[in-house]
């Protein structure tokens, strides 16, 4: 996959893992919350070693529309529904320090990363809009300089909006890279396992963790998940906790754009996000895996793109995705209580940029003994009494559903029947297959099931990948993975003879 932000961008290297080598914190995962993560403890003088899969930044970051913003979707009335008036305010002022921290370390750093200051918009085109007249009001309560309007410079009319002031946008992999230039990273370094080592098989150094990639291995005293999506099924159970939410981006040229970066809140809006001379134009979101979704929000993206711009020149298009929590706050702290020594950064919810410096800073906080009193809110431990019902009851079916009932479901079409660019669950030679045949008629075949936990996979026929409704891996036609949880690409069948 490469993206509009990928694109022109000189793109630094640095060597795979050989042998062995120690660190105090090993960071799994360099996308924008690893390097963040890792930049910010090496400020504080802790050895890290960042441990990337692909590339830096290969991730879910390069697929990003990059609005440095506090304003996370319908989140704050909701949040002191759910959570009450404190824990709001706390979270509410940890994200507005988040924007803070951005600015203050691209100007002290000089970093040249497009950045800029901009209001963001949440919008609808519902005749109620009382529920964005809530949220604007109780913003303002929570401390935001935050306003309620009608007036929105988009190609169409909106009922009302809230306007969020002093938000931000940048450039993710220009400071991504400014920021790795100062860090201790391996790529093409995709970690194995990880294993907390006996009192006899530690080190002198007593290091208590060992893990593994396919060619070295690092001890260290402290191992942060920054994957996305942890490998490991358990502890920590995960698998649990979190699900995938896609969206289809088109990168524009030759339109009229919007004053400032605008998120429809109706369940076919759109995200307008301007870049330059080029708009980052989202559709709406589906759970990864949902193969009807996916094509239904790619053609309203491609038809609302004839209507609003009809000389628009689509540059680029790319489909990203990210993880939501059943409570919609991320999963930042201890991974379990059996691995003290091991963190995670996760469930950003598709508001990674400040959730990452949330991340970053907090973990920061937690390794050098100071107080933040967002530990406790976003401990993954904690008992989610506050999960969305309808969230939890659509990942408790979709898991029964693409894991047990898929087996029952005979397939209706035969490999020989797919037509060439055509894929999906077929019966070749007699089983049921993931099937895709390439524009040439080459035929890929696979086990239909996901390496990570078994689930049935489901062919995104838009983005030409297999996609895992469970907990959203991904792996492109060939088979290749693209993203976790699942570590292993798919495995091909035998070819007929
Ligand atoms: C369409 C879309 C638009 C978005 N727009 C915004 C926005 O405007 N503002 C905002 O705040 N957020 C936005 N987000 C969310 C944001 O992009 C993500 O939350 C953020 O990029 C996540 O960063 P990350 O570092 O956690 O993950 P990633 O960038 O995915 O990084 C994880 C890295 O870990 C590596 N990895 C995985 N497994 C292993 C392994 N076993 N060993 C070693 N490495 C491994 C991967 O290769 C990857 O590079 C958006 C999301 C989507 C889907
Ligand atoms: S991602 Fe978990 S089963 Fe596929």
Not at 51 to 71: F, H, N, V, Y
Not at 87 to 113: G, M, P
Not at 226 to 233: E, I, K, Q
Request: glycine share 8%; with cysteine; aromatic share 12%.
């Amino acid at each position: 996959m490469t993206t509009f932000w990928k694109k022109d961008m000189n793109t630094p290297s640095y060597p795979t893992l050989h042998g062995e080598i120690q660190t105090d914190t090993a960071i799994i995962g360099g996308g924008l919350c690893g390097v963040l993560t890792a930049y910010l403890l090496k400020e504080q003088g802790i050895d890290c070693v960042v441990l990337e899969a692909a590339s830096i930044g290969s991730g879910q970051t390069m697929g990003t529309t990059a609005k440095i913003t506090s304003q996370h979707g319908l989140c704050y009335h909701n949040l002191i529904q759910t959570h009450g008036r404190k824990i709001a305010k706390c979270y509410a002022a940890a994200c507005r320090q988040a924007v803070t921290d951005y600015s203050e370390l691209i100007h002290s750093q000089n970093i040249s990363c497009s950045f800029e200051q901009c209001p963001t918009y949440l919008y609808s085109t519902c005749e109620n809009t009382l529920f964005l007249m809530a949220e604007a009001n109780d913003a303002e309560y929570l401390g935001f300089d935050a306003a309620y309007t009608d007036k929105l410079s988009l190609p169409f009319p909106v009922t009302g909006a809230v306007r969020f002031n002093h938000q931000a946008a940048f450039h993710p992999l220009q400071f991504l890279y400014a920021l790795s230039r100062e860090l201790t990273i391996y790529e093409h370094s995709r970690v194995l396992s990880v294993k907390l080592l006996s009192s006899k098989e530690q080190s002198s150094a007593g290091f208590k963790n060992m893990i593994g990639t396919e060619y070295g291995t690092v001890s260290a005293r402290r191992v942060i998940f920054a994957c996305h999506y942890p490998f490991l099924r358990y502890p920590g159970f995960y698998a649990l906790k979190m699900f995938q939410k896609q969206n289809p981006v088109f990168a524009l040229q030759n339109v009229e754009l919007p004053e400032a970066p605008c998120l429809g809140v109706d369940p076919d809006g759109l995200s307008f996000r301007p870049a330059g001379e080029f708009l980052l134009l989202g559709g709406p979101s589906y759970r990864t895996g949902d193969s009807k979704s996916a094509a239904f929000s790619y053609a309203l993206l491609k038809q609302r793109v004839k209507e609003l711009y009809p000389n628009g020149h689509i540059l680029e298009s790319w489909t990203a995705q990210d993880c939501v929590t059943l409570d919609g706050l991320p999963m930042i702290g201890i991974f379990s209580k059996s691995r003290p020594e091991w963190c995670i950064a996760d469930g950003f919810g598709k508001w990674g940029m400040t959730g990452s410096m949330l991340a970053a800073t907090l973990l920061r906080d937690m390794f050098t003994g100071q107080k933040n009193p967002l530990e406790q809110i976003v401990f993954p431990g904690r008992f989610l009494r506050h999960a969305s019902f309808d969230f939890l009851w659509e990942h408790i079916s979709v898991f029964t559903s693409s894991l047990l009932l898929s087996r029952l479901k005979k397939p209706k079409v035969v490999s020989d029947d797919l037509q060439t660019d055509e894929g999906g669950i077929v019966l070749h030679q007699g089983k049921k297959t993931a099937a895709y045949r390439n524009a040439d008629g080459k035929l890929y075949t696979f086990l239909p099931r996901c390496p990570h936990m078994g689930c049935e996979l489901s062919w995104n026929a838009e983005a030409k990948t297999w996609d895992c409704p469970c907990h959203g891996s991904r792996f492109r036609y060939d088979g290749t993975l693209l993203c976790g949880p699942a570590n292993l690409s798919l495995t091909p069948l035998p070819q007929e003879k």
